[in-house]
């Protein structure tokens, strides 16, 4: 049975161990997260995933955006989305 988590984790980098730890313990298809606050500049690297994600940026502060986390045992595809809202999609 395949396995979605959503989660507000309010800063990705913060959260990061906790991100870890969700993902080793539930084994998501995909993890999507809200919230991330970060730069385009930053690295957000996990092992054993990718990471589609959207940032948004308040001047030279980040804030909100969002991203999915997707296992890759499972094959997908980012879906292009021509929107300014703050979201992302993949097909699998």
Not at 13 to 32: E, F, K, Q, T
Not at 72 to 79: C, I, K
């Amino acid at each position: 049975m395949a396995t979605l988590v959503s989660w507000n984790c309010r800063g990705f980098h913060r959260n990061l161990l906790d991100i870890g730890s969700i993902i080793s313990a539930y084994h998501p298809v995909c993890l999507a997260v809200q919230e991330t606050n970060l730069k385009p500049e930053q690295q957000a690297k996990l092992r054993r995933v990718s990471f589609l994600r959207k940032e948004n940026l308040a001047g030279d502060r980040a804030s909100g955006g969002v991203g999915l986390l997707t296992s890759l045992d499972y094959p997908s595809n980012a879906l292009s989305l021509t929107t300014s809202l703050q979201v992302v999609a993949i097909q699998a």
